[in-house]
C-alpha cells in the first residue's frame, strides 16, 4: 500500500487544472468545503509496456481546492504494485470513483487482475476498493476485487437515503450491499438502463439528482470521437428517457470524454478532461472543469467548454490571459511558449492593432497601483489594459531579444472582482505571457 500523507502545493487556475502531470477520467467529490478531485493518471508507456499507441496508467493522485482556482495534489494513493490483486504489469488503472460511507472513504477502481493459474496475459478488467478514514488518503486497497462484477468505469451514486448503488457501463444499476464491499445479487435490486443510445460506444456512465431528478449521463461515440449525452427518470430504476447530447466532442480529437457532475456551494459543475497537453497523442489528456446551467424544465443546457474554467483569479497572482473568456475576431491567436515542452503553457500573441482577450472574474482585493506584464520576444509595441471596457494602464513594450517584465503605472482602476481586457493599442506584435498587478 502506497499512500502520500504530505501535500504538495500546485497553485493552479484555469483549464487544464492539473498542471504538472496528464490526469483524465476526473471523479469530483464535495467534503465539506472542499473539492476533492481523483483522475486517472496517464504516463508515457515505460520500457516494459509494448502497448505505447494505447492509455497507459499505473497509479491514481487525489488533488483538492477549496476555491476552485488553487489545486493540491496530496500524492499518490493506490497502484498496481501495492494493490494485492492488480496486475503488476497491466498499466490499466482506468477511470476511478470515491464516495464517502459510514465516515470513511471508499475509492473504486477499475484494473486488470493478475493472471490466475492457467492464464498467459491477465484475469480481465476487474473492480477494486480501496478504504481511507479521510479523502486524501491513505487508502488501504481490499485483497480482492468485487465479487461478480467485471469491467471498467465504476460509478458510485448514492442516493438521498443513504443507499449505494454500484453504476457500471452498460449500463446497469446495482445496489450495493451496507459493506460496500459487495453488490447484491438479487434480480430486483439490479436495473439496466434500456434508453441509451444503441449504435455507438457508450461507457463511463456518471449518475447524479438534481432538483428530486435522476440524470444518467455517459460519453457516447456518436459519431467518431464521444460526446457527452443524458438520461432522465424519476426514480433511480427508471423509466429512463433519453435526453440527446450536452458536450459535444472535443475540438482537438482527444476520442475519450469521461466525466463527473458535483453541486457545490450552490453552483453545478462539470469535470471532464482533454489532450491539451498533448495535441499529438489523445491517451494523454488533462482534467478540464467548467460550469452546468440547467433549464427550467430541467434539462442540461449545452456546456460549452471554456479555456477560462472555473473559479474567481487575484489580480495579485500570473493571470494566464491565454486562458481567456473572449478573444477578438482576428489580430490575436494562442501558442505553446515552447513547443518542445507543452507542460511550460501557452502565450498571447496579438499582432493587429486593435485586437484585444478577455478574461473575467479577476477580484482586485485593493486598487491596483501597478502592473507587469511578462513579454515574450520577438515583441514591441504599446498594450493598453482594461478594467471592465475602462482604460486603466498602457504598457510599452520595447523591441527587445530577451525574455522581459514590462511594468506600467495603472490609475483609475477599482478593487472588486472585475473582467479584465487586453487590446494591442499599437501595430507591431506583442506576446503576452501573464500579466500581474501590484
Ligand atoms: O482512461 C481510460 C478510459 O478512457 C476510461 O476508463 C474511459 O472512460 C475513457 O476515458
Redesign the pocket.
Known amino acids: 500500500m502506497t499512500a502520500a500523507l504530505l501535500g504538495s502545493a500546485l497553485a493552479t487556475a484555469q483549464n487544464p487544472i492539473i498542471r504538472d502531470q496528464f490526469s ?2 476526473p471523479s469530483a467529490l464535495v467534503v465539506g468545503d472542499r473539492v476533492y478531485v481523483f483522475p ?1 493518471h ?1 504516463i508515457k508507456a515505460p520500457a516494459d509496456y509494448a502497448r505505447k499507441d494505447w ?1 497507459c ?1 499505473a497509479d491514481y493522485h487525489v488533488f483538492s481546492s477549496d476555491n476552485l482556482t488553487d489545486w493540491t495534489d496530496h500524492g499518490m494513493i493506490v497502484d498496481q504494485w501495492s494493490a494485492p490483486w492488480v496486475n503488476e504489469k497491466g498499466y490499466s488503472m ?2 476511478p470513483d470515491c464516495k464517502e460511507h459510514n465516515g470513511k472513504y471508499y475509492f473504486f477502481f ?1 484494473a486488470g487482475a493478475k493472471p490466475q493459474p492457467g492464464q498467459r496475459f491477465g484475469g480481465g478488467n476487474r473492480v477494486g476498493v480501496a478504504i481511507a478514514d479521510n479523502p486524501e488518503g491513505p487508502y488501504i486497497p481490499q485483497e480482492t476485487p468485487l465479487e461478480g462484477v467485471g469491467g ?2 465504476p460509478c458510485i451514486f448514492v442516493d438521498d437515503d443513504g443507499q449505494g448503488y454500484l453504476v457500471m457501463p452498460g449500463i446497469t444499476i446495482t445496489k450495493m450491499n451496507d459493506d460496500w464491499l459487495s453488490v447484491s445479487t438479487d434480480p430486483a435490486d439490479r436495473h439496466r438502463v434500456e434508453e441509451v443510445p444503441t449504435k455507438g460506444l457508450v ?2 456512465p456518471y449518475l447524479f439528482k438534481h432538483n428530486g431528478k435522476y440524470y444518467m449521463t455517459f ?1 457516447w461515440a456518436r459519431d467518431v470521437e464521444e460526446v457527452l449525452a443524458y438520461c432522465m427518470a424519476d426514480n433511480i430504476f427508471g423509466p429512463y428517457k433519453f435526453m440527446g447530447v450536452f458536450f459535444e466532442e472535443h475540438a482537438n480529437k482527444c476520442w ?3 466525466h463527473s457532475i458535483i453541486e457545490y456551494k450552490g453552483q453545478t459543475y462539470l469535470f471532464y ?1 482533454h489532450n491539451e497537453f498533448s495535441p499529438e497523442f489523445d491517451k494523454n ?1 488533462s482534467v478540464c472543469a467548467d460550469s452546468i446551467f440547467f433549464e427550467e424544465d430541467g434539462t442540461i443546457r449545452m456546456v460549452k467548454p471554456t479555456l477560462r474554467g472555473i473559479g474567481v483569479t487575484q489580480s495579485d497572482s500570473k493571470i494566464q490571459l491565454d486562458r481567456y473568456s473572449a478573444l477578438s475576431n482576428s489580430g490575436d491567436s494562442i501558442a505553446y511558449l515552447e513547443p518542445s515542452n507543452y507542460f511550460a503553457g501557452w502565450k498571447t500573441v496579438f499582432f493587429e492593432e486593435g485586437a484585444w482577450a478577455q478574461y473575467n472574474t479577476v477580484n482586485f482585493k485593493k486598487a491596483p497601483k501597478s502592473v507587469t506584464v511578462k513579454i515574450v520576444p520577438p515583441s514591441a509595441g504599446t498594450l493598453e489594459i482594461l478594467q471592465d471596457d475602462k482604460v486603466i494602464a498602457s504598457v510599452n513594450v520595447p523591441a527587445d531579444r530577451q525574455v522581459i517584465e514590462a511594468k506600467a503605472k495603472v490609475s483609475g482602476a477599482s478593487k472588486g472582482i472585475h473582467h479584465l481586457k487586453v487590446r494591442m493599442a499599437t501595430q507591431g506584435k506583442i506576446q503576452v505571457d501573464w500579466l500581474s498587478f501590484e
Open positions: 483524465a477520467d486517472s496517464d492509455f496508467m482506468w477511470a477499475p471498467i468505469d461507457e463511463g460519453p475519450t470524454n469521461h478532461h489528456r
